[in-house]
């Protein structure tokens, strides 16, 4: 067993990385306009978050969340037990939070930070 759970940091981290590509990409149509993401993303968003959030807020909450969750992973590969989980939980709040604005980073991100954070709570120090 390796000493840190790597496997565990390198999948949070792609999932977040793709959180925030997400975020970004949703306010690059805000600011541009040439990009329509946020009409493929528009079905997910639970009506509430559509109606009370404009496109902008949802990009910039988006952005902040994959930067969260890149900042877990970040703590996962530290290696030290109290770190691993404190990622594990923050990157795992922070993807269902995303989840309800950005799909998750198209359901693909979500998948990735919610292996990655149950690998990493799962993760036990080699005696």
């Not at 792609?14 to 993303?41: H, K, N, W, Y």
């Not at 807020?57 to 992973?73: N, P, R």
């Amino acid at each position: 067993m390796p000493e840190r759970p790597l496997t565990a940091f390198a999948l949070v981290l792609l999932g977040g990385a793709i959180v925030l590509i997400t975020g970004v990409l949703v306010l690059a149509e805000v600011f541009t306009g040439r990009v329509s993401i946020i009409d493929v993303l528009r079905p997910t968003m639970p009506r509430f978050i559509d109606e009370y959030l404009d496109d902008m807020s949802v990009g910039i909450l988006a952005s902040v969340f994959g930067i969260i969750i890149i900042v877990g992973s970040i703590l996962i590969v530290t290696g030290a037990q109290p770190n691993i989980r404190s990622g594990a939980i923050a990157a795992l709040f922070f993807v269902i939070l995303s989840l309800l604005l950005v799909a998750g980073g198209f359901y693909i991100g979500f998948l990735l930070v919610f292996v990655g954070s149950i690998l990493a709570l799962l993760w036990r120090p080699p005696t």
